[in-house]
């Protein structure tokens, strides 16, 4: 029902900084909660920043916090991450998932997540 594309991922160096992009297309009706998540080879799923549609509210993982910022853009249907300061252990398949959720929700569990991207690789070497 919901469609979401990634797009942003690449190779930095150590310090540098990416921005990731999310486009969501779907019905009408958009969905309340918005995240993304990273997974690197090994490593369970992590959840780095959320986003609350309804609200406009975000929260920021406190692993990234400081250096990782959330943002969209309303009219463009997309959900961007902005990453700064990047280090190496950041390297992941970073995933935009969204789900349905209500108005002060912030869905910070991968299982709570019905659609997911297809991903996008982020690599940070030393």
């Known amino acids: 029902q919901v469609q979401l594309v990634e797009s942003g991922g690449g190779s930095v160096q150590a310090g540098g900084s990416l921005r990731v992009a999310c486009a969501y297309f779907?019905?009408?009706?958009?969905?309340?909660?918005m995240a993304w998540f990273r997974q690197a080879p090994g490593k369970e799923r992590e959840g780095v920043a959320f986003?609350?549609?309804?609200?406009?509210?975000?929260s920021i993982a406190d692993s990234v916090n400081g250096r990782f910022t959330l943002s969209q853009d309303s009219a463009k249907n997309t959900l961007y991450l902005q990453m700064n300061g990047l280090k190496p252990e950041d390297s992941a398949m970073y995933y935009c998932?969204?789900?349905?959720?209500?108005?002060?929700?912030?869905?910070?569990?991968?299982?709570?997540?019905?659609?997911w991207g297809q991903g996008t690789q982020v690599t940070v070497s030393s």
């Open positions: 986003i609350n549609l309804h609200a406009g509210s975000t």
């Open positions: 779907g019905p009408s009706s958009r969905p309340g909660c």
């Open positions: 998932a969204a789900a349905y959720c209500t108005l002060y929700a912030h869905k910070r569990t991968d299982s709570a997540y019905n659609y």
